[in-house]
């Protein structure tokens, strides 16, 4: 039988390919395009261009760095502060909005009309406000009801709220506690490792293993190793409370809080939808035969339902992570020093207008594309796994 050539004009995928490369090289003599006559324009009108201004001094202070930072260090470094603190608010928010959103999911499907009515009300009540008004109402509540630093609630001489915000005991840096965070790190690998032996047993035999305890027994073995190798260091900043101020410990300020507490809430009620829509695509002949096989309710949600709905959740989970991520650009209304409120003030000091808006962008770019390829990662070895 004759075989048409791969590559001749009537082959489909020689098409296809042809079409492709035309695509990216109109694209790429547009975006040249574009860019050759914005420089242009700009140097004819004496506007001056170019990434050299990074290396200047800053002149201004930020309120709250997660790295030493002073008013003489560069543009650069001011930024960089920025997307630190942009990376902060999302890799926490994230993290919370996926516990909430799931407990708020399952929590749809329970027998007690109490929990379900009211996961039901947080979902219409949070996702259908928009985010920038709870952003101001968790701010103003933070700033308005909240008492002075000099009278803060707090708990046990240890944490202390107040409109400054929330102060708390923290290590003191050293050695010692980074082999705590190694120690932590690799008992977390070793409980995971673990988990998934108990699950692949549990698979052949049938002989559900106990994965709570352990696990946490896993960890806690392998932060107590770290502790011990790092010299079973003991001193910890703690939180004083004066007459004025709250001095020493950790702090994390009002606008952090209202910030990441909006983004969370906001965030979660559209994963709760996520996860119930998922739980809901399981068909019931699977929970029958769970519960024919003896399985409790909680096992068969865990064991049974969660599993196979990850391959209906974990696309729309991705679009979720990637707005709140996004919407941490919203965070200047408060005062919050992310990337945007960092490189605005950079921009109004420097006037390089589209350098700052290029950086803006490129860091939401890389941000959003590197959650993305992380989430579509788990979905192929999810659906894999799963066949």
Not at 7 to 27: E, F, K, N, P
Not at 132 to 146: A, D, K, S
Request: proline share 4%; net charge positive; with cysteine.
């Amino acid at each position: 039988m004759h075989k048409r050539p791969a590559w001749s004009w009537r082959s489909r995928a020689a098409r296809g390919l042809i079409y492709q490369t035309l695509a990216v090289v109109l694209i790429g003599l547009g975006v040249w395009f574009l860019a050759h006559n914005t420089q242009e324009n700009m140097r004819i009108r004496g506007i001056q261009s170019g990434f050299d201004f990074l290396g200047a001094s800053a002149g201004f202070d930020i309120g709250e760095t997660l790295i030493n930072y002073s008013p003489s260090e560069s543009y650069g470094k001011a930024i960089w502060v920025g997307v630190l603190n942009t990376l902060r608010v999302a890799l926490i928010g994230i993290v919370l909005t996926t516990v909430l959103g799931v407990l708020l999911g399952v929590g749809r499907f329970s027998r007690n009309a109490l929990v379900r009515g009211i996961c039901y009300g947080y979902v219409e009540l949070f996702r259908n406000v928009p985010i920038l008004l709870q952003m101001l109402m968790w701010y103003l509540l933070f700033v308005e009801v909240l008492p002075a630093p000099g009278d803060a609630w707090n708990l046990a001489d240890l944490l202390y709220l107040s409109k400054d915000g929330l102060a708390f005991p923290r290590p003191l840096q050293g050695t010692g506690y980074l082999m705590v965070l190694v120690g932590l790190v690799a008992g977390a690998l070793l409980a995971w490792v673990w988990r998934r032996w108990a699950w692949e047993r549990f698979k052949k035999t049938g002989r559900l293993r106990k994965r709570g305890w352990p696990t946490l027994g896993i960890v806690l073995v392998g932060m107590t190793g770290g502790w011990l190798a790092g010299g079973m260091p003991t001193q910890w900043a703690i939180p004083e409370a004066g007459r004025f101020m709250i001095e020493g410990g950790g702090r994390v300020s009002p606008e952090f809080m209202a910030v990441l507490i909006s983004l969370s809430f906001y965030t979660a009620a559209f994963v709760a939808e996520v996860v119930r829509s998922g739980i809901q695509s399981v068909s019931l002949g699977q929970k029958e035969a769970s519960a024919a096989l003896g399985l409790a309710p909680g096992q068969t949600m865990k064991l049974v339902v969660l599993p196979q709905a990850m391959r209906v959740i974990i696309p729309p989970l991705t679009n979720q992570y990637l707005n709140l991520t996004k919407n941490s650009s919203l965070a200047v209304a408060v005062g919050y020093p992310d990337v945007v409120s960092i490189a605005n003030t950079t921009l109004n000091q420097s006037g390089r207008a589209v350098e700052c808006i290029a950086i803006i962008m490129l860091v939401y770019l890389s941000t959003s594309l590197s959650t993305s390829l992380l989430m579509n990662a788990y979905n192929k070895r999810t659906a894999i796994k799963e066949r």
